[in-house]
């Protein structure tokens, strides 16, 4: 049986994870990975320090001594920190953006980001320029913070972050080729909205499909 190891930084994306693991790789086992605290530490600091790095190497490198056939993160503001940390093992490393990223360059050229975490946004827009440069592709990138929705989570009011996510995604809509959210925990929006006039690209349901593929290869 093949086993994965998932990294959460908040527990906010558990539950969604284990709905789309069952769903997609029902015969995986998962090893699920949460420090809670580590997003929080993430956004005092403006972005990963060398501590929060030094523990994320620890975790992949646990992961690899647990068995596990490949590690991903749940959380794009560590992404690449996580990718970082590739050559300390042997198992693949690897990010639950990777293939909305690459989705969203085919679908643009207008490309909004939605994010609640400034944390998240950079990187995020880092990654998918980075990935448009190195297909040779020109687009438009734009984005919107909407910080107060993270606070709303945070403080367990999801009614709040929704409605806020929501209003963030209209507007985006408006002026876009396709739509990105940054985070795992923006993707329960849509199931309260009618059918976006433009592709909506959430990184959960992508993200195991494409880790699907890739223990399919293996």
């Known amino acids: 049986m093949k086993k994965v190891a998932l990294f959460h930084t908040s527990s906010a994306t558990l539950a969604m994870m284990q709905d789309l693991t069952a769903k997609f790789i029902p015969g995986v086992e998962i090893m699920h990975i949460i420090e809670d605290s580590m997003i929080k530490q993430v956004m005092r600091e403006g972005g990963p320090t060398p501590d929060i790095n030094a523990r994320i190497a620890a975790y992949v490198q646990n992961a690899e001594k647990a068995g596990c056939d490949i590690f991903m993160t749940a959380c794009s503001s560590i992404g690449h920190s996580v990718e970082q940390c590739q050559f300390m093992v042997n198992i693949p490393v690897t990010r ?12 643009g050229p207008k490309v909004t980001v939605l994010a609640t975490v400034e944390t998240t946004l950079k990187p995020t827009l880092a990654f998918i320029s980075q990935k448009a440069k190195s297909a040779n592709k020109q687009i438009e990138l734009k984005s919107i913070l909407m910080s107060e929705a ?24 408006a002026g876009s080729d396709v739509v ?14 009618d059918t976006p006039a433009v592709p909506v690209l959430t990184s959960p349901e992508s993200g195991i499909k494409w880790l699907k593929a890739q223990l399919d290869k293996s």
């Not at 639950?96 to 679908?107: S, Y």
């Not at 993270?150 to 809509?173: E, M, P, R």
């Not at 990105?180 to 909205?193: E, H, P």
């Open 96 to 107: 639950i953006d990777e293939a909305m990223a690459n989705e969203a360059i085919n679908m």
């Open 150 to 173: 993270f606070v709303a989570l945070l403080d367990g009011d999801n009614q709040t972050h929704d409605k806020i996510v929501s209003d963030g995604l209209k507007q985006a809509i």
């Open 180 to 193: 990105v959210l940054a985070q795992a925990s923006m993707a329960r929006v849509l199931a309260g909205m």
